[in-house]
Each structure stands twice: as C-alpha cells, then as structure tokens.
C-alpha cells in the first residue's frame, strides 16, 4: 500500500514538474483577429523550431479587441504574456501601468534609428517627446486605396470621362479628382457603385476614414501637446473636408453604412465599387487570386492630397507590449530581442506583415516585393493619428456620436456637427484635467 | 402545525438513519444558493451602488474619490442619455405590441383541431431556441440591400433596412418579433386551452357574436397568463442588446444598454456606468411594478 501511495505521489510530482518546465516554454501574444496575426503565427513558429520556445497568437474579432485587452488589464491577469496593441492604447496602458517601460531596451537597441520615425512616434513613445518607450513598432499600417484597373483602362470609359471632367481617368492625385472618378463610375443601375469608404461607427473605421480627409485638407484633430481642439477641430479645412466625405458618400453601394475593412475589400471581389479605401494589411487577400477574383485588374495607390497639396494618411498598425502581468516577462524580453533582429525583420516582411523597419523598407527588394509596396513605403513617412490619451475612447465615441448622423444620413450640416463635437472634447479634457 | 410537517422525516428514511434531519437537509440545499447569490448578485449590487458615486475607472490605478450625485446629475442632464431612453421606450413599445399580435394570434390559430398541430406548435417554437448573435448574424444577411432575400422576395429593390436611420430600429424589432412571439404564443395557448367550452356553448345559444365572445370571454381569461408574458417580454425588450449591437451600429438603435455597454467597457468610466446602471433598474423595477399591479387588478376581477 506505502508503495502505490509513493509511486502515485512521484506520479503526481513528475505531472507537476512537467507541467511547470512546459509553462516555462511557452507565450502567448494577444493580437486582433486579421492575416498578419495568421503571418505572426507563421513567424514565431520559427523562433519555435530555433529556441524551443513555444508562442501562441491569440485573437479576438477587432469589435471586442479592446474591450477583452482592457477586461484583462484590469483584472491585472497573466492570460497574455505580450499585446500587439493599438497605437491609441499606448497612454491608457502606460499610465495604469499595464504595459513594461521598453525605454532602457529601446535605447539599447537604438530603435530610434532601426525603426521607421513615425511608427517610433505614434506606436511606442508616451508622451509625445518623453524619450520613453512602451513599445516595439511590430505591424506598421495605414491606409490606402485599391481600384479596378480594368474600369480605369477601358477606352470607352476612358474617353467619356475625359469628355465629361476635361482631363484623363487616372488614379486620382487629389481629392477632387477622387470625387469626380467616384461620381463618374456611380450606377446604381447597373450594380456598379463609385467608391467604398469606412463608416463603421462601432471602433475607429468611420474616424480614421474622415481623418484621411481632416489631414490631407491640411487639418488637424487638436494641438496634442496643449490640448486645444477650438478652431482646429472645427476649423474651415476640416468642415470642407468632412463635406467631401459625404458626398462620397453618395456615390458608396446601397446600405454602406456599417462598412470597415471586410465590406471594402469586398467592394472590390465582389465588383461593387471603383475604388476602394482599406488599410495596407488587407491588401495581400487583393492579390491573392483565391480570395480575389479581379486580382490581375486590382490597382493600388496613396491616399490623394487635398486642396492645397497637403498629403497624408490615417495611421493604422501596431506596436508590441510586454504586459506588466505576465510570468513570462524575461523569456518575452528574449523573444523581442529575436524580433527586432535585421534577418527577422525581412522574413517578418516575406511573410506579409508590414515590417516598421526603416532599413527593410528602404530597401529595393522590399519595394518592388508587391504592387502595394511602394505606396505603403511612401505612405508610412506620411502618417498621423488620432489622440493616444488615456480617455481616446470617449473622444472617439464623442466623435462618433457627432459626425455619424452628418455623414450617413446628412442630418445638420458639418460646421455643427464639428462645432459641436469641439465643446464636448473640451468638456472632456476638463473632466480630467488636461487643459 | 406548518412546521411540524416541515420537519417530519420518515424515520426509516436513508437520510434518518444516517442522522440527517430535516433542518441539516435544508440547510444543505438553501445555504449553497443563498451564498452564491450573495457573492455574484448582493455583494456586486451594493458595490457598485458605492461606486455610482465616486469617479472610479476601472482602466487605471487613480484611487476612486467621492463625486456624491454628480454622475446621476449629469447622467440625467445629458441629451444623448435621452435619446438612448427615447429609443428604448419606442424599441419595446413596437417590439412587445408585436410579439403579442402576433403571438396571440397564432395561438388563437392554433387553439383548435388540425392535423399535425403539435408538429406546427413545435416548428413554431424553432425561432426562440436560437442563440440571439446567431439570429442578428443571420437577419443580417436577410436584410442585405444587394444579396438579401427580403428584398427580393418583397420585390423593394435595394432598400435599406439597417442603413436607414429611420427604418433600423423597426428592422431590429420585427427580428425580435420573429424571434419571440412563439413565446407569448405558447403563453397564450396555455392559457386558451383553460378557457371552459361551456362558456362558448352558452355564449353561442344566446347568439353573442364572434366579436363579442373575444372580448367578453376568451380575452378576459386569458389576460392574466397574457400579462404575464407581456411582463417577460418588456423586461427582456428594455434590457436588449445583442439583436440591436450585432444587427446595425446607426445612433437611431442605441438603446440603452448598448450607450451603458460603451461607457462601461469601452471608455471605462466604471462609476459613471455604475450610476446608469442603477437608473435603468430603477426605471425597469417602476414599470414591472405597475404591471404587477395591473396583473393582480386583473386577477381579482
């Protein structure tokens, strides 16, 4: 009997001990549910087969990325060793203390030099000009446009267009030209619409749509650094810009009004529209002839520049974090040391992510890699983006609330709707003490 | 004498012989739910009535301090606020009004002899056994301007359902209706099937109309089980969120507990959603309350 009770317990003990030893091994990196966390997967699956060290990407529909991110947070659980995080987050999670200050590994490395400046600015540093560093630039995005290169070329189209604006059908290089392509294809007759756009009111799709048009007209969303918003959120630009998007859209398919990233690459698989707004990372699945079947005739370029030739993009991507919670943290601290190597780095962009590193992206082959690459490379040196305070998720509801009824159903006019939404960002800021 | 019965336990009972009694079996079984309802229910409940009047954020570590009734004040002085309680009211005044058409109507459909009718009763009973995100997942795509089949069927062309502001919160409804008159229609039939043929002999010997015999006897006996589900399907309407929250994301379907679910979870202002919260069980305890109240004048008579 003595003898089956200290083999059971041996049992039990040998359990113990692999189950610890295994845990040891293995992370998890919590990421929003889209290709380039499939293409991350595939990466650290490598980093497996070199170290032993088991990752995991773990995702969650975009709706409820933030929402599950924070519930953990809070709950200052050790589910998620690392998070692949929105560049908005980064003030909520440093000063609550979630994510592990990266500045002493940062400098370390000198990741002021090997990454991209903007996505340095925008994904990991808080606050703007501090000198500390939450973050590793891990996906870099923004957005830019496809169109239908058959449309485009048609001679019959082409030589009508011409007729009718006076100058040749193109890719657009401004934002009249964009409206005018958009009128020009619109024909609700034939099942043919001019243009897709964000106007998903749930995250941030309809706000970073408009703000592709706030920062190309030269505006701006506020002073970030004093927190002024009066006469620069409801600035003359931004009235005439957020004017522009809606009557853009006018020329979107019927019911386009909770569409984000999958109902405009589906503007363009499914021959709904002639261009189609959509950030960098979707657009492998346009290439890819099994998941679209106009990929031979699908065309790319950079968001256009506004009136006065001002020419910029809402930023996307993603820096990635090391939680404050994890168990794991040394073994993570290790696993960014691999990631930030110039090898990874290219394989990370081979793969499909959108590598935030300068030298990759700089370089010849990254470039000329895809139809889409050059764009991105322009694009990533010309982005902005929306307010990265603590309190971002009222001001991007309050924005929501405001321009949504002007933009999908006209309801008021977009001076109120702007002007408006200046007195309750105010109102904000003065409830925490920012102004 | 009550408790004397209570606690007879058959002495040659397993439970007696292993020196159990009746108290210790009672016990046994209440204490376990009691607790479990004080820690998940009471405890949460009360805490969060402290929270509703401190400034807490569950998103960072900034100590809560007392704001006394400010939340509840600028709660109530908010014109989105309103709007969302605007929105709610209309969304169950449309969506039970439905639900007990409709219900009541194929019960009374129902409420006679044909062939099969326990299979159709059944069938009938298929739509409120779904998961309500697969429901507004699958409505979705009914209602798509280019592709869906109502549309289609009703030959509107491309009409939107979801993207009209004006239009969703019907849009939402009647999915609720498709979804839940089976249940008041079960109620209903419950309640029908009671009703004495007697009744309806006398009322037929004295000539008493179609009409007349509705409303003078099948609605009167009926009403009480009829309330009872109405009560059900108002509690359920106010608190709705996932048909709305899945279906359409227009300001025009913000009901209430989808505006509470963004300031909770999304903005994070804790105690500010706490004092919400407590608005709305305020205002959905008022409502049942006059409905039991009518419930018991209705029983009575």
């Given at each position: 009997m003595r003898k089956t009770v200290a083999g059971l317990m041996a049992g039990i003990g040998f359990m113990f001990a692999c189950a610890t030893s295994a845990q040891s091994q293995e992370l998890t990196i919590f990421w929003a549910e889209w290709d380039p966390a499939n293409y991350l997967q595939e990466l650290v699956n490598e980093y497996e087969a070199e170290t032993g060290v088991k990752i995991t990407v773990e995702t969650t529909p975009w709706a409820d990325f933030q929402t599950k991110a924070f519930t953990e947070f809070n709950a200052k659980g050790s589910a998620y060793d690392m998070v692949v995080g929105d560049s908005q987050w980064i003030g909520a999670a440093s000063e609550a203390g979630h994510y592990v200050d990266l500045t002493e590994f940062f400098n370390k490395h000198k990741l002021n030099d090997v990454m991209a400046p903007a996505t340095v600015k925008y994904y990991?540093?808080?606050?703007?000009?501090?000198?500390k560093y939450w973050s590793i630039p891990a996906e870099g995005d923004a957005v830019g446009w496809s169109y239908r290169k058959d449309w485009f070329e048609d001679p019959k189209e082409m030589e009508a267009f011409k007729a009718k604006y006076g100058y040749d059908l193109a890719p657009p290089k401004d934002w009249k030209q964009l409206r005018d392509i958009a009128e020009f294809f619109h024909r609700p007759d034939q099942k043919r619409y001019g243009i897709a756009i964000y106007t998903d009111n749930s995250y941030d799709g309809l706000v970073m749509g408009v703000e592709n048009a706030i920062f190309s007209f030269?505006?701006?969303?506020?002073?970030?650094?004093?927190y002024k918003v009066d006469g620069i959120i409801n600035s003359e630009k931004n009235v005439k810009a957020l004017e522009t998007y809606r009557e853009l859209y006018g020329f979107t398919p019927p019911g386009w009004a909770k569409s984000f990233f999958v109902e405009n690459n589906q503007a363009i698989t499914e021959n709904l529209a002639a261009m189609s707004m959509n950030y960098?990372?979707?657009f492998p699945a346009l290439v890819n002839e099994a998941s679209n079947p106009n990929a031979k005739v699908t065309g790319f370029f950079a968001n256009p520049a506004g009136p006065e030739g001002h020419q910029y993009a809402a930023l996307g991507g993603q820096g990635i974090s090391i939680v404050s919670y994890s168990e794991n943290k040394e073994e993570a601290m290790k696993f960014l040391e691999w990631f930030i190597k110039d090898e990874t780095q290219k394989r990370w962009a081979e793969l499909g992510g959108y590598t935030a590193s300068a030298k990759v992206l700089e370089s010849e082959e990254f470039q000329n890699a895809t139809p889409y690459n050059k764009a991105f490379y322009e694009t990533m040196f010309k982005v902005k983006d929306f307010w990265a305070t603590p309190e971002y998720a009222e001001l991007l509801i309050q924005m929501n609330q405001r321009i949504y009824p002007y933009v999908t159903a006209g309801q008021g006019t977009a001076k109120e709707a702007l002007d408006a939404l200046a007195k309750d960002w105010n109102a904000t800021f003065k409830k925490y003490g920012r102004q | 004498m009550a408790t004397v019965v209570m606690t007879s336990l058959d002495s040659k009972s397993r439970a007696a012989s292993r020196g159990l009694s009746d108290i210790k079996i009672r016990n046994l079984f209440i204490i376990p739910t009691i607790l479990f309802l004080i820690v998940f229910n009471i405890f949460p409940l009360i805490y969060s009535l402290g929270y509703s009047f401190t400034d807490f954020r569950a998103s960072t570590n900034a100590p809560a301090t007392f704001v006394g009734l400010q939340n509840y004040r600028e709660l109530l002085n908010d014109p989105f606020i309103w709007a969302n309680f605007a929105i709610t009211a209309k969304y169950v005044i449309v969506s039970v009004t439905g639900q007990v058409v409709v219900g009541f109507g194929t019960a009374m459909l129902l409420n006679r002899e044909i062939p099969f009718k326990g299979l159709i009763t059944t069938l009938l009973l298929l739509p409120m056994m779904l998961s309500m995100a697969v429901v507004g997942l699958f409505w979705k795509l009914l209602y798509?301007?280019?592709?869906?089949i109502i549309n289609y069927a009703l030959g509107l062309g491309s009409f939107e359902w979801l993207a009209n502001p004006d239009m969703a919160l019907y849009a939402v409804a009647i999915t609720d209706i498709w979804m839940w008159s089976p249940f008041v229609m079960l109620l209903s039939l419950a309640g029908l099937s009671a009703v004495p043929r007697h009744l309806y002999e006398a009322a037929a010997i004295d000539r008493a109309g179609p009409f007349y015999t509705f409303f003078r006897i099948t609605l009167p006996l009926v009403a009480p089980i009829l309330m009872i589900a109405i009560i059900f399907r108002t509690m359920e309407a106010f608190k709705t969120f996932d048909l709305a929250y899945i279906l359409t994301s227009q300001p025009t379907t913000e009901v209430i507990s989808i505006r509470l679910y963004k300031m909770a979870?999304?903005?994070?202002q804790t105690g500010r959603s706490c004092a919400l919260a407590y608005i709305v069980l305020i205002m959905v305890l008022a409502i049942t309350n006059i409905y039991v109240k009518y419930l018991n004048r209705v029983k009575e008579r």
């Open positions: 990991s540093e808080y606050p703007a000009n501090s000198g030269g505006g701006e969303l506020g002073d970030y650094s004093t960098f990372a979707f | 798509d301007p280019s592709f869906g979870f999304q903005e994070w």
